[in-house]
């Protein structure tokens, strides 16, 4: 079966940058749709790069971003967002996060003044990392790997408001996603289950077995009413979320025997810096049984390191892998052609992201008529495609954090750890509608603060609806829309503007 | 993806200056005024129910939680076998009016123990089933009614269980549930007539609501109650304000987030019930005599785990407790089959046992409000048994 696959993979490999089936996209639109997919939103300049560099090309390099020369404005003000550079230990004691300031307040007694310039301070970490989400989704060059660092973050989320990952997500995002997106699955993966933003958000840190304690420590732990044992959580969402979907076909005995291999997999210091330490005194050494394998007795950290590798190489995780990938990036329901492309060049070249990526992109399906158009944009897609359509300058983006909380993302806030969705089922109802509209306005006639749109220098000239649709939609509007921007003839060209982002043809991508 | 079907056209008008007292009386003689009201609250993340509604009674209940067994003396007792977590007192005086019921040990048939699974076998009201795209309450809703916020789900996003060929809404506040800068018609225009099925029909369920709800805003009375600061607290308040308003609201959803609690569960509940007590007493007093004719029903995904896990906090389980509150609730029990807390007696020894199938619970309450609704059609696949927990009929 994969061999099948693997062949016919290797044949359409070669890009060619047409569909081979019947109906297909004008070279235009698929121009346009590969603007729109592989970055989040498409801009003038996209279009012509594209035509000047030849879509292979220009594919090829997104999927290499190490060969773009990344944006020098955006490197700058990265450059003086000074906490996302900072180590775990150092974020921890710049920043501490709240319950380390009670405590220190129950035992010093430190003013509340303190205290509560600390929690601004705690404030920083979380405004310096969404400020860079949205400027990267701006302006960074390699668009590509900036969704799918979004992508990778929403696939192994963590929530940010949860006790100590306030200080761990930098990090997180910073050294255990993004130099992955375009990596190894095998290292992601184990990148994320060694992270202490992870280990802390989904408890595993906190699941031992007191077996192996000397007596005298189990007795004083059960004294001090210490917690000691197994905690499921990490577990199951490996399981569920993480790698083979929740059809995947494992049990209860499953989860429970993959939480037994990750006893001990904790957090040192999570108090002065919060680093990965396996600590073999709490593990639990007997054999278990994961997926029909044994995982033999009296081991330690191979354990969890041996269910990495049996559920890397497991075919549920393959699909599951392809089909959310497919999901973001072709159609919510992607066609299942598509699908078993993917996971059978996830399984051939063992979780090679960069391979799969590839596979996707140049399959005749992403390029199919039916996947034209077909994605609903998340609002994180939508705010940064009306401003890279708009040509707009970022100052501050607080404003812009709390138009993605009405449109119901805030930035690192999931609770759950799905992530946020790329499902349109999630973003098409009333109240994001309206957030959608308004935000159309509002962003076009300058009333979104810390953002600037010089409308007449982007319009150059161009003054009907028509022309002002096409210049922000990139291609011509359809006829329901036109007749609505013209029903107002004194409509001025931000008002137009503001319709064209605001209305039902920018929704999609 | 699931297609609505916009029967509310003619209702659309274009906007402008005192446009929107006509649609309020419009929707009064639609027979708007003084609808039954059903409220669906889901507590997601799976509530601990035997922290809740504690079996206090049960012999295994204080070894079973070695360090999360509440004190008796601390408990709120309410039969020789149940009591409140001291955090549910705001609801005693409900109770004790038999406004509020605890139905113990209530579930779904599915087994699974994953938040999304459950949460979504819950809301669609098919477990086990994942291909049903439309959710239970937006079924129980029906087609008709004229008035544009009949189905109201408060929050950002459309609830699943609200989701469905029906028109519903998301309102995340009424106060700011209004277009910028007069583009009104334009918008309205744009997406009435857009090709785009999906951004048409929910475009056009925006636009009705907008009127409606810019009326409701400006003619409010305060609350007579006051809610919490929270999620769940706003949401109560605002769909209290709708009700009130008489503006044609039959069916609402509410949620509240944080449920899920694996690590030190003690001090996580004390405030999450205290939230959830607050707010439901909140609104049953915002309600006054109103309350007759609502009911509001409660759910979580799963119960958790009979035993505390190594964690001071619970794991994933199965039964959980559901309340029913309003006027003609047959209140002040804890009613649902027990199953106790014997190993024999768990399910697959580790959980509480499902004794009631949730959606006899809630099709009990689709009846009340709806009267002869098909309940075959709203619980696809499953013959409820109506729960009884409702007064008889007057």
Redo the contacts between chains.
């Keep these: 079966m994969y061999r099948i696959w693997t062949a016919f993979f290797l044949a359409s490999a070669l890009f060619s940058g047409a569909p081979k089936s019947s109906s297909r996209l004008s070279k235009e639109d698929q121009i346009l749709h590969a603007a729109n997919r592989l970055t989040f939103g498409a801009t003038p300049q996209d279009v012509a790069a594209i035509r000047k560099m030849g879509m292979e090309k220009w594919v090829d390099q997104q999927l290499h971003p190490e060969t773009i020369a990344e944006n020098p404005a955006l490197t700058e003000r990265l450059r003086a967002l000074d906490s996302l550079g900072l180590s775990n230990a150092e974020l921890i004691q710049k920043y501490p996060p709240p319950q380390l300031i009670r405590n220190k307040k129950k035992e010093d007694g430190e003013a509340k003044a303190e205290t509560m310039a600390a929690r601004q301070a705690v404030r920083k970490v979380y405004t310096d990392l969404a400020e860079a989400k949205v400027l990267r989704a701006v302006h960074s060059n390699r668009q590509l790997e900036e969704l799918l660092t979004d992508f990778w973050f929403n696939h192994f989320n963590v929530f940010f408001d949860k006790g100590f990952d306030r200080v761990l997500v930098t990090s997180y995002e910073r050294d255990a996603i993004r130099p992955h997106v375009l990596g190894n699955f095998r290292d992601l993966l184990l990148a994320t289950a060694r992270h202490p933003a992870m280990l802390f958000y989904l408890?595993n840190w906190?699941?031992?077995s007191?077996d192996g304690l000397p007596q005298v420590r189990r007795k004083a732990m059960a004294k001090q009413?210490r917690?000691?044992?197994?905690?499921?959580?990490y577990a199951?969402e490996l399981l569920?979320?993480h790698t083979m979907g929740?059809d995947g076909g494992y049990t209860?005995k499953d989860?429970t025997e993959v939480a037994r291999c990750f006893t001990g997999w904790s957090i040192a210091e999570i108090r002065e810096g919060a680093k990965f330490q396996f600590r073999p005194m709490l593990h639990d050494r007997k054999a278990k049984q994961v997926l029909g394998e044994v995982i033999q007795p009296g081991r330690g950290e191979e354990d969890g390191l041996q269910v990495l590798d049996i559920l890397v190489r497991h075919p549920a995780t393959a699909r599951f892998i392809s089909t959310k990938l497919a999901q973001r990036f072709v159609s919510?329901t992607p066609p299942e052609t598509l699908v078993a492309k993917m996971a059978a060049t996830f399984t051939k070249s063992r979780g090679d992201l960069r391979a799969v990526t590839r596979t996707m992109l140049t399959a005749p399906e992403f390029w199919a008529p039916e996947a034209y158009k077909a994605k609903?944009k998340m609002p994180l897609e939508m705010i940064a495609s009306a401003l890279r359509a708009t040509g707009a300058e970022v100052s501050t983006t607080a404003a812009l954090q709390q138009e993605l909380?009405?449109?119901?993302q805030p930035l690192y806030r999931k609770?759950?750890p799905?992530g946020y969705t790329a499902m349109?089922?999630?973003?098409?109802?009333?109240?994001?509608?309206?957030?959608r509209?308004?935000f159309g306005?509002?962003v076009a006639?300058n009333k979104v603060r810390g953002v600037r749109v010089d409308l007449d220098g982007r319009l150059d000239g161009k003054r009907t609806a028509a022309e002002i649709a096409e210049a922000l939609l990139l291609r011509r509007p359809?006829a329901?829309?036109l007749?609505?921007?013209e029903?107002?003839a004194g409509?001025s060209p931000a008002?137009v503007a503001?319709?064209v982002l605001?209305?039902?043809?920018f929704?999609?991508r | 993806?699931v297609r609505r079907t916009f029967l509310r056209d003619t209702a659309l008008t274009m906007f402008g200056v005192g446009m929107a007292p006509a649609w309020l009386s419009r929707a009064a003689m639609a027979g708007a005024a003084r609808k039954r009201v059903l409220v669906a609250l889901f507590q997601?993340g799976a509530m601990d129910g035997l922290h809740t509604v504690v079996p206090y009674g049960e012999k295994r209940y204080a070894a079973l939680r070695p360090?999360l067994a509440i004190a008796r003396d601390k408990l709120l007792e309410l039969d020789g076998l149940f009591a409140f977590h001291p955090a549910l007192r705001p609801l005693l005086p409900l109770w004790e009016q038999k406004q509020l019921a605890a139905i113990h040990a209530t579930g779904s048939p599915d087994?699974?123990?994953?938040?999304?699974?459950a949460q979504d076998f819950m809301e669609s009201g098919t477990p086990g089933r994942k291909s049903t795209r439309d959710g239970w309450l937006n079924r129980a809703a029906g087609p008709g009614g004229a008035s544009p916020i009949r189905a109201v789900?408060m929050?950002?996003?459309?609830a699943r269980s609200l989701?469905g060929a029906n028109p519903a809404?998301?309102?995340?506040s009424i106060g700011s549930?209004?277009?910028?800068?007069g583009?009104g018609?334009?918008?309205l225009?744009?997406?009435g007539?857009?090709?785009?099925a999906?951004?048409?029909g929910?475009?056009k369920?925006?636009f009705a609501?907008?009127q409606l709800l810019e009326t409701i805003n400006k003619s409010a009375p305060a609350p007579r109650a006051e809610y919490p600061n929270s999620r769940l607290g706003k949401s109560l308040e605002q769909i209290a304000k709708l009700i009130k308003a008489d503006a044609g609201l039959e069916v609402a959803f509410a949620d509240s987030?944080?449920w899920d609690t694996?690590?030190?569960q003690a001090a996580a509940l004390e405030r999450l019930l205290g939230d959830f007590a607050r707010s439901l007493a909140a609104f049953h007093q915002d309600l006054g005599t109103r309350m007759e004719d609502v009911t509001v029903v409660t759910m979580s995904e799963f119960g958790r785990t009979a035993k505390e896990?190594?964690?001071?906090?619970t794991?994933?389980g199965h039964a959980n407790v559901m309340f029913a509150m309003g006027g003609d609730v047959a209140g002040g029990k804890v009613l649902g089959d027990w199953p106790g807390l014997e190993p024999e007696q768990l399910y697959?020894g580790r959980d509480l046992a499902v004794t009631t199938d949730f959606r006899d619970v809630l099709a009990a309450a689709v009846r009340r409000h709806a009267g002869n609704t098909d309940l075959t059609a709203v619980f696809p696949g499953y013959k409820p048994r109506l729960f009884p927990f409702f007064r008889p009929m007057q």
């Design positions: 408890d906190t699941s031992v007191t009413k917690a000691a044992g197994l905690n499921e959580n199951r569920e979320l929740v209860q989860v919510d609903m909380r009405t449109m119901g609770v759950e799905t349109a089922d999630e973003w098409t109802n009333s109240a994001a509608l309206l957030a509209m308004n306005i509002s006639s359809a329901e829309t007749a609505a921007l029903s107002n409509a008002r503001g319709l605001g209305g039902p043809e929704q999609r | 993806m997601r360090t087994p699974t123990r994953s938040h999304f699974d789900s929050g950002g996003t459309l989701r809404v998301a309102v995340q549930f209004q277009v910028k800068g583009a018609n334009e918008f225009s744009m997406y007539k857009s090709g785009d999906a951004l048409q929910t475009g369920e925006t609501a907008v987030t944080g694996h690590v030190g896990n190594g964690t001071r906090g794991d994933h697959e």
